[in-house]
């Protein structure tokens, strides 16, 4: 786990928190972690901004996240990478078990079956990779726009 880099988001509008302490002991900016390609660990982030979102998402293997629909949607299913996900909430348990069963992430509740995950998609990253560009190509970007739209022709009608 030493080497794994890892990004942590408290979702907080507050700048002073935008910050990564890299292995060397220094902090850096997200901007400078990401520049200068750093081994880094992030401690805290507020909002990333979309291209450093991206960029990140690009960069890492896999993410873990707390199983909201909108981020495993964009994670798994528009840059196809696997999730680990810890539940906030009851949905939240069954979207990632969802996820689990199509091998396209694992459901975490505890630290100890983080780190039992990381190594599970690590071991078998090529499985997962597979399965997840299967989903992504079956997946729809514009879902909820393309809902939206059917629902308000049938409400005309």
Same mark, same amino acid.
């Given at each position: 786990? /030493?080497?794994?880099?890892?990004?942590? %988001?408290? !979702? @907080?509008?507050? %700048?002073s928190? +935008?910050k990564?302490?890299?292995? +060397?002991?220094k *902090?850096? $900016?997200i $901007?400078? !972690?990401l520049?200068?390609n750093?081994?880094?660990?992030?401690?805290?982030?507020g909002?990333? %901004? =979309? @291209?450093?979102?991206d960029?990140?998402?690009?960069l890492?293997?896999y993410?873990?996240?707390?199983? $909201?629909?909108?981020a495993?949607?964009e994670?798994?299913? *528009?840059?196809?990478?696997?999730i680990?996900?810890?539940?906030v909430?009851?949905?939240?348990? #069954? @979207?990632?078990r969802?996820a689990?069963?199509r091998?396209l992430?694992?459901?975490? #509740?505890?630290? &100890? /079956?983080?780190?039992?995950?990381?190594? &599970?998609?690590?071991?078998?990253?090529? &499985?997962y &990779? =597979?399965?997840?560009? =299967?989903f %992504?190509?079956n997946?729809?970007? #514009?879902? !909820?726009?393309?809902? !939206?739209?059917?629902?308000?022709?049938?409400? =005309?009608s």
């Amino acid at each position: 786990m /030493q080497k794994q880099k890892r990004l942590v %988001s408290h !979702a @907080q509008n507050d %700048s002073s928190l +935008d910050k990564v302490k890299g292995n +060397d002991g220094k *902090t850096y $900016s997200i $901007s400078e !972690a990401l520049e200068y390609n750093l081994d880094w660990i992030q401690i805290d982030v507020g909002f990333l %901004s =979309e @291209q450093e979102k991206d960029t990140v998402l690009n960069l890492c293997k896999y993410a873990v996240i707390n199983g $909201s629909h909108t981020a495993m949607g964009e994670i798994i299913g *528009t840059k196809a990478k696997p999730i680990i996900g810890i539940p906030v909430y009851d949905e939240h348990t #069954n @979207q990632i078990r969802w996820a689990e069963e199509r091998k396209l992430g694992i459901l975490a #509740n505890n630290t &100890k /079956q983080v780190i039992q995950a990381v190594y &599970k998609i690590r071991d078998n990253y090529n &499985k997962y &990779k =597979e399965q997840l560009i =299967e989903f %992504s190509r079956n997946f729809d970007r #514009n879902g !909820a726009q393309n809902t !939206a739209q059917i629902i308000a022709e049938m409400l =005309e009608s």
